[in-house]
């Protein structure tokens, strides 16, 4: 089972930045995805971003022109450049990584989550 690390979440204003990191440690497949959900209050979780080794990168349709996912390979490392925040981007947010491509599933690895708040 690889370990996923999450960090960089916090309190922000409306319109700042944030960028979340996720640190993957364990056996990495030479094809995997990696990437970020995001649970609202209510427990409704849904896909923030989606990168994978394919390649294949994915938004959510509200995230896509202000949120960018990368990763580095060397690091095991994905990230979420979080730029123009809106309130309604407040949740907890999730990385997780899956052995081969699709989406994840509940029994792939997850972070413990990580919580972004914006608001003034």
């Known amino acids: 089972q690889v370990q996923l690390v999450e960090s960089g979440g916090g309190l922000v204003q409306p319109g700042g930045s944030l960028r979340l990191s996720c640190a993957a440690s364990g056996i990495i497949a030479s094809n995997n995805a990696m990437g970020w959900y995001r649970q609202f209050p209510g427990n409704e979780r849904g896909l923030v971003a989606y990168d994978s080794t394919a390649p294949s990168t994915v938004y959510a349709d509200s995230v896509k022109g202000r949120f960018t996912i990368t990763r580095d390979m060397a690091k095991n490392t994905v990230y979420l450049q979080m730029n123009s925040l809106k309130p309604e981007d407040t949740g907890v947010y999730y990385c997780?990584?899956?052995?081969?491509?699709?989406?994840?599933?509940?029994?792939?690895?997850w972070g413990q989550g990580t919580q972004v708040t914006v608001s003034s």
């Open positions: 997780f990584y899956r052995r081969g491509f699709g989406l994840p599933l509940p029994s792939d690895s």
